[in-house]
């Protein structure tokens, strides 16, 4: 996982500049709220189950 983080930290930081170098920080701001609107994406796309059904393993009542 760290490594993950470590090639994630210099990708954004390789695009920020890059983007920071070519348009200023509107840009940046927008490649920012592009990454993050994509990972809200792939997250929602790949999450197992509903979380407005899934059990939080709270004991439950049963009848008898």
């Given at each position: 996982?760290?490594?993950q983080r470590s090639v994630g930290s210099a990708?954004?930081?390789?695009a920020s500049t890059t983007v920071y170098t070519?348009?200023?920080?509107g840009a940046v701001c927008i490649l920012g709220?592009?990454?993050s609107?994509?990972?809200?994406?792939?997250?929602a796309a790949?999450?197992?189950g509903?979380?407005?059904t899934e059990t939080t393993g709270?004991?439950?009542?049963?009848a008898g």
């Open positions: 996982m760290d490594l990708a954004g930081a390789l070519m348009a200023g920080w709220t592009a990454i609107a994509l990972a809200l994406l792939v997250w790949t999450r197992n509903n979380p407005a709270a004991p439950t009542a049963s």
